[in-house]
Antibody, heavy 119, light 110 residues
């Protein structure tokens, strides 16, 4: 079955960096899919962060993270990364890796990885 | 900038039906069927329920249905069950290529 497994979360001080990873599996032609990162602060709603097309060449970011976060994909594009720099307390959240679906939707979500930014 | 507004909470008794609204501020909701709905039970990741306004994702019971009228999309849960208690989110893919999330609605089964 489709799986998206995130890792790399943890506790970090404000101003520091962290890199999250996402490994998709269980479906063919992984390299042909686009993927998103979405986060959820404790007790809050969902917030879209970033998106990468299947070829990794086009990436879009939410204003809240543009310039601080960088989404990348390895070759042969089977692992996604979210490099998070200059972390702030309000970046504390569960971060989800999400597959871009074929029907203007987000069809599969990972289980999430918790990032806590605290001094 | 686009926005989607959902009621913070709705509730219903087992067996009843409830409807969650999702009202958009731009013509994207009116003109295109790019709204999807997600269920997030407590402590779990969101799961796709409905895509393109009214199509159920694979494995989703037919108690869940979606519709649209004007700039408002709606999710109806019929025959409420205790397991339906969760947060529900609507999401829109705009023609500008951005993703807009509703604020979420907490469904309580009384």
């Amino acid at each position: 079955q489709v799986q998206l497994v995130e890792s790399g979360g943890g506790v970090v001080q404000p101003g520091r960096s962290l890199r999250l990873s996402c490994v998709p599996s269980g479906f063919p032609f992984i390299a042909t899919y686009g993927f998103h990162w979405v986060r959820q602060a404790p007790g809050k709603g969902l917030e879209w962060l970033a998106f990468s097309w299947n070829d990794g060449s086009t990436v879009d970011y939410a204003d809240s993270v543009r310039g601080r976060f960088t989404l990348s994909r390895d070759n042969p594009k089977t692992t996604l990364y979210l490099q998070m720099n200059s972390l702030r307390v309000d970046d504390t959240a569960v971060y989800y890796c999400v597959r871009d679906g074929p029907h203007w939707d987000l069809d599969f979500w990972g289980q999430g990885t918790l990032v806590t930014v605290t001094s | 900038q686009s926005a989607l507004t959902q009621p913070p909470s709705v509730s219903g008794s087992p067996g009843q039906s409830v409807t969650i609204s999702c009202t958009g501020t731009t013509s994207d909701v009116v003109t295109y069927n790019r709204v999807s709905w997600y269920q997030q039970p407590p402590g779990t990741a969101p799961k796709l329920l409905i895509y393109e306004v009214s199509n159920r994702a694979s494995g989703v019971p037919d108690r869940f249905s979606g519709s649209k009228s004007g700039n408002t999309a709606s999710l109806t849960v019929s025959g409420l069950q205790a397991e339906d208690e969760a947060d529900y989110y609507c999401i829109l893919k705009t023609t500008a290529g951005t993703w807009v999330f509703g604020g979420g609605t907490k469904l309580t089964v009384l």
